[in-house]
Structure formats: C-alpha cells, structure tokens
C-alpha cells in the first residue's frame, strides 16, 4: 500500500513582537527594527500527516480527529493571543517564523501518533 499525505489548513490571529529581555530598547529596536513593536499577524497554518490508509476506514487520520488536536494545541493556544505574554514559548527566543514554526511543530507531533505529522507550513 501506498503511503499517502493529507493537510489540513487552519487560520488563527496572534500579537507579538520580536524581543530580548537582555538587550535595552534600543538594541532590541537596532537588531529588529519594527518587528521590536507590537503587531499583530495573520496566519495559516498547514498540518500535513503521512502514512498508509487503514484497510477499514481508508483513512491515514480521520480529519475530525485532526481537527481536535490542531484546535487543542494550536488554536486554544495561540489564536487571538499575544504570543510573547500569552505563552511560556518565546521568554528567551523572540517568535520568529522559524522560531514559532518548530514550536508548532513540536506540540503536533507531541500531540499526534507517532510518526504521523509529515511537515507543517504556517505563513
């Protein structure tokens, strides 16, 4: 059998702002620029699971259940938050795309079967 990909797409809105606690303002506005200040994104996140569908349901991960995990872990997490004051993820690392990225990575595949999730793109 085949091993197949299926994604899932979700959209969610978050705050944040690109900052060090150890560098004073100024560094922080040299280093980041506008990123230094608070501003909202939004984003959409693709979740895409790999695998051979079951022979009963032919089904890699029934989206339902997909769905509840990027809810639990993704949406009530970050949707509508302020990703630097809303979160233990970004106290020593500011939310970069590549930083937030591989938070949301993690939590999936932390979340999901494993071996399940193939690969998110969020932007």
């Not at 022979?55 to 949707?79: C, H, Q, S, W, Y």
């Not at 302020?82 to 932390?110: G, K, M, W, Y």
Request: net charge negative.
């Amino acid at each position: 059998m085949k091993v197949l990909r299926v994604t899932r797409s979700i959209h969610f809105s978050s705050s944040l702002r690109y900052w060090l606690e150890d560098l004073s303002e100024a560094e922080n506005l040299k280093r980041f620029g506008a990123q230094a200040r608070q501003h909202g994104h939004n984003y959409e996140l693709e979740i895409t699971v790999a695998g051979v569908p079951d022979p009963e349901t032919g089904m890699v991960i029934n989206l339902t259940d997909l769905k509840a995990v990027a809810e639990k872990e993704i949406m009530a997490r970050f949707d509508h938050r302020d990703l630097n004051a809303d979160t233990d993820f970004f106290i020593r690392q500011p939310p970069t795309p590549e930083n937030f990225a591989s938070v949301v990575f993690r939590l999936l595949d932390e979340a999901l079967p494993p071996g399940l999730l193939s690969r998110i793109r969020l932007y």
